[in-house]
């Protein structure tokens, strides 16, 4: 009976195989090449398959089927019962060239889904966006560090890679939405959906698991709000960042609002929830400053590319550059203010605004560039920059942020605590910094050796004195004038 059902198989479904299905089949092994051929030669004493014409009677099938094995009564073929028609072609083909080997066809199969499962594999990167997964890991690792101490491994490493597979997550949708103006964009035309790599199916079954495992790990791994704000996210990136694409420059802005949360998230996880905390602003807003001068610089080199895609970028509706270039160089500006703006409100130390002073400059510089010559090249300078001018802000942050305080190293056992090490080490770079500031250097110390002696600190210091004074000032004005009166 499995001969026969193996037979019946062929039978039905060789003639309906694609030009492409039998091309593929021929470069296979030789092994391989003959079950081919038997399947095929099984397929002409076999009954009408579907695709065949209507017009072909059994009569005629069973004609050719008396025909191979020499019997002289053809036409009696027709009263025989399907299984005895299919009996006497499977002696027929085996006289001819053998019995069929359902081992060797066993091991094509095999083959054949080892090789589906190996090329999906290989397209989960691609469908994740893996780089800029590990972009947005980075940003809500530096939320979790800023809090400070105790750091709590566990819910970091939830937050770490719960934020992964909602990023992943969010990055499939988005290109299984897309699969058609990717296929318009040289930049994009190789993604493994546009290449058929992957099956739309299988990249929406990939983004729901990463969607669910992501927002799961993070509700038991962290708390309520955190999980809250990585699964909207999904929503906001794939749902409303992708259909806006086509249809607003306001997907810009959109966007950002997307890359400043994973900041706020690794905050929230470490604080348990605490969303309105100022450093949160801080966090969230120099994500979203910083995302205008780097996609801006991005879509100006790939304008032509996002015009094909029908995509509504600034850069596509600005051939002059003009608006292009006035956004980088004002968000540059707003986020040039960051530094000092947190170090003037207490989130962090003086020595960050100092610091941020000759980041923001390097910024600025290339942004003035690109606005002097709207070319590919400055263009790419202004995204170069923006590479690495986030890690470096986001350290120094971090690095100043005023929720580390200083502590000793503790060692327990012999085991060193590597917490208050790397509390240890931070100081110690903190005080190399203070040590290295040219205003340190011009500015004479007090006799208690304040640490404060840059700008920012003694700018606070002096004009509360200032501020002072000119009400005492004040004072004696009025009581004179009362007095003269």
């Not at 399907?82 to 072609?89: P, T, V």
């Not at 923001?360 to 003035?368: D, I, Q, S, T």
Request: aromatic share 8%.
């Amino acid at each position: 009976m499995t001969v026969l059902r193996f037979a019946r198989q062929s039978a039905f479904s060789v003639p309906c195989v694609g030009n492409r299905s039998v091309a593929s089949r021929e470069k296979a092994d030789l092994g391989t090449t003959l079950i081919w051929r038997k399947r095929r030669a099984f397929a002409s004493f076999s009954s009408t398959p579907p695709c065949s014409d209507a017009g072909d009677s059994t009569g005629n099938h069973a004609q050719q089927v008396g025909t191979t094995v020499g019997d002289d009564a053809s036409a009696a073929s027709k009263l025989k019962p399907s299984s005895a028609r299919l009996s006497s072609a499977r002696l027929s083909i085996d006289a001819h060239i053998g019995p069929v080997d359902l081992e060797a066809s066993g091991r094509l199969t095999t083959a054949v889904t080892s090789s589906a499962a190996s090329d999906f594999v290989k397209a989960v990167p691609e469908l994740s966006k893996a780089k800029l997964s590990a972009l947005v890991v980075s940003t809500s690792t530096a939320g979790f560090l800023a809090a400070g101490g105790p750091i709590s491994y566990p819910t970091l490493a939830a937050c770490a890679f719960g934020t992964a597979l909602c990023s992943s997550s969010a990055s499939t949708f988005n290109q299984v939405f897309e699969i058609e103006r990717d296929r318009r964009m040289k930049r994009t035309r190789h993604r493994p959906l546009v290449k058929g790599a992957v099956s739309p199916v299988s990249a929406v079954a990939l983004a729901t698991a990463t969607g669910v495992g992501g927002g799961g790990l993070l509700l038991a791994g962290t708390d309520p709000v955190t999980a809250a704000l990585g699964v909207a996210n999904i929503g906001l990136y794939a749902g409303v960042y992708t259909s806006l694409k086509t249809k607003s420059e306001i997907n810009t802005w959109v966007g950002a609002v997307v890359g400043a949360i994973p900041p706020v998230m690794g905050w929230t996880a470490a604080t348990g929830g605490s969303l309105l905390d100022l450093e949160a602003a801080f966090l969230g807003g120099t994500l979203f400053l910083w995302q205008f001068p780097h996609f801006f610089a991005l879509s100006w080199m790939h304008r032509v590319d996002y015009a094909r895609g029908g995509f509504q970028m600034v850069p596509v509706n600005d051939p002059d550059g003009d608006r292009t270039a006035d956004l980088i160089t004002r968000y540059t500006w707003y986020l040039s203010t960051v530094p000092l703006a947190s170090s003037a409100l207490g989130v962090t130390s003086s020595m960050f605004a100092v610091e941020g002073v000759a980041l923001n400059a390097y910024a600025l510089y290339v942004a003035k560039k690109f606005d002097d010559e709207r070319s590919n090249s400055n263009a790419r300078k202004v995204f170069l920059t923006s590479l690495w001018y986030l890690p470096c802000l986001m350290t120094l942050f971090i690095l100043h942020s005023r929720k580390w305080k200083d502590e000793e190293e503790v060692k327990e056992d012999g085991i060193i605590d590597f917490q208050a090490w790397l509390h240890k080490k931070a100081s110690e770079l903190r005080h190399f910094g203070r040590e290295h500031c040219v205003h340190e250097i011009v500015v004479a110390k007090d006799e208690v050796g304040s640490e404060d002696k840059c700008p920012i600190a003694l700018g606070k210091s002096k004009a509360k004195e200032a501020s002072d004074k000119g009400v005492e000032v004040a004072s004696v004005v009025v009581t004179n004038l009362e007095t003269e009166k």
